[in-house]
């Protein structure tokens, strides 16, 4: 079950549900000092860090850790601590996820808050995605902060380089 709240007194599907998930800015270091970011990609198509809806009981830190886990099975990781950002987006849920969300009678127009922490992922464990996904790619900031699709990823992205270049 997500943490969700229906926030207007409409009937499902038209009523407004805010939803809080958990992602996290993956990265790693070189052998040569440099910093490579993980981007996955989902099925959509669009370009962004592993995160996901929290769970009933579950602490940020707790669905951080399990959404990376099962997105890309990496399991030997260390958030940096003192880095939370967050962003929000609001949308219409359209396609398979909508059918979804009618037939669970839940509202199909979500304002979401996303927060997210920074983790370095060690150890060399290869990422395996989950049927979520399509894609990943390991890159340097530039290259990173370009394949992202969003401007909320762009921007979480460059706090993240930042909190951990001017250090």
């Not at 997500?2 to 993956?26: D, R, Y």
């Not at 940020?60 to 990781?77: A, G, S």
């Not at 996904?133 to 762009?154: Q, V």
Request: aromatic share 14%.
């Amino acid at each position: 079950m997500s943490v969700e709240k229906k926030i207007l007194g409409a009937f499902a599907p038209w009523c407004l549900s805010l939803e809080v998930s958990v992602g996290a800015v993956v990265f790693r270091r070189t052998r040569g000092g440099g910093i490579q970011y993980l981007m996955i990609q989902y099925r959509h198509g669009h370009w962004e860090f592993p995160r996901g809806h929290m769970e009933e009981g579950e602490t940020e830190e707790q669905t951080m850790y399990r959404e990376i886990k099962e997105e890309t099975h990496l399991t030997k990781l260390k958030r940096v601590e003192g880095f939370r950002e967050s962003m929000s987006f609001s949308y219409t849920a359209k396609g398979s996820e909508r059918t979804e969300r009618e037939k669970q009678r839940r509202c199909i127009f979500i304002y979401k808050k996303v927060h997210f922490y920074l983790v370095e992922a060690y150890g060399g464990e290869e990422v395996q995605l989950s049927h979520e996904h399509k894609n990943y790619a390991w890159l340097p900031f530039e290259a990173a902060y370009n394949k992202l699709t969003f401007d909320n990823g762009r921007r979480i992205l460059a706090c993240a380089h930042e909190y951990l270049t001017v250090q």
